[in-house]
């Protein structure tokens, strides 16, 4: 089950997304982010013939790895977009309120990451675009090239957690008053300038990269939007299941289970969620084999049947 698919991306804890999602033969699912595939792939073998899946991504590479493998699978809706549009997507299929599970594997596949054409990587050299969904919206470099200083240095600080961002922000600014920065290696050159030297090591260009691949991707934005809507789409007794891999992407998730779970102080509204089990980690063998599932926390949810209405 765990075998690198295909096509490159290894998908992460695997058997604890599928026992989260606790499969119904017949049930009908959504895999907010398809991305190489592996989870999608595993859904459907565990679906019965009256099983349905609504699969799910930005990417127009996905999207078409998807219809390629599924297209002629009866069972398989194929979409490209984003997970914020999950309700739409749902009710395009008649299921709101019918969905048994929804699966989110938040940020890039292996495939984007080790794609140099992407520009998602610090180490390798590429235009600097960093879009998920390359049909839309500015790349990176064009973001650099029209954000304000303290723009870039507000999303350095908030989305990459860099206590360098100003120092960053400000050689950003006056290197591309020389030139545009349209590189992933031109702008490791200028991160690396801005730091001090004994913050030069190896990684030192993670956090930068981080923040623009969040604010280019719009991640948190559609991420608050995508939970929402997986809440507003499950059936009764359905589970929502998410991978986060780092504390900006794990925190909102965190508080909206709990929030809806009824976990917060003063919570007024009957609870919709009932927390499945406590976060979890990978386990060591998937660690040996998988570098990419260390950062990986798992949560899921189960939605609750709507509280009976009060009577008058
Ligand atoms: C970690 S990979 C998913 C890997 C997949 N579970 C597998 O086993 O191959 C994340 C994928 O989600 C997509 N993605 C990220 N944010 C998204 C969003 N808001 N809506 C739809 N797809 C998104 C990315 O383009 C990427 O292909």
Redesign the pocket.
């Known amino acids: 089950m765990n075998a690198t ?1 295909a096509a490159g ?1 290894r ?2 804890m695997l058997d604890e997304v599928m026992q989260g999602l606790a499969i119904q033969a017949s049930g009908c699912y959504v ?10 792939r595993a859904l459907l073998a565990a679906l019965g013939p009256h099983g349905r899946l609504l699969a ?4 127009p590479a ?1 999207v078409a790895r998807a219809r390629a493998e599924f297209g002629a699978d009866a069972r398989v809706t194929v979409r490209h ?4 549009q999950l309700g739409e997507f749902v009710d395009e299929l008649g299921l709101r309120g019918r969905i048994a599970g929804v ?1 989110l ?5 292996s ?2 990451l080790d794609d140099a054409a992407r520009g998602f990587s610090f180490m390798r050299a590429g235009p600097l675009d960093m879009r ?1 969904d390359t049909s839309r919206g500015p790349t990176a470099a064009q973001w650099l090239a029209d954000a304000s200083e303290a723009q870039i240095a507000q999303v350095l600080r908030e989305f990459g957690e860099e206590r360098y961002a100003r120092r960053i922000a400000a050689a950003i600014v006056a290197r591309r008053a020389q030139a545009p920065i349209s590189t992933t290696d031109e702008l490791v050159e200028v991160v690396r300038q801005a730091m001090p030297r004994r913050e030069q090591h190896k990684h030192f260009a993670t956090r930068t990269f981080q923040a623009l691949r969040i604010v280019v ?1 719009h ?1 948190l934005d ?2 608050a939007a ?1 939970l929402e809507q997986a809440l507003a789409v499950l059936a009764p007794g359905g589970r929502l299941v998410v991978l986060s891999f780092h504390s900006l992407e794990d925190r909102p998730v965190k508080q909206f289970m709990r929030q809806h779970a009824g976990r917060f102080e003063g919570a007024s509204a009957p609870p919709a969620l009932r927390l499945v089990r406590a976060p979890k980690k990978a386990g060591p063998a998937e660690l040996a084999v998988n570098p990419r599932a260390r950062s990986a926390i798992l949560r899921v949810a189960e939605r609750l049947a709507d509280a009976e209405p009060a009577h008058a």
Request: no cysteine; aromatic share 6%.
């Open positions: 698919d991306h998908p992460v895999d907010g982010t398809y991305g190489g595939g592996g989870h999608t799910i991504d930005k990417d996905a977009g984003s997970f914020a699966l594997d938040l940020g890039m596949s495939i984007q998920m991707n991640e559609d991420l995508g």
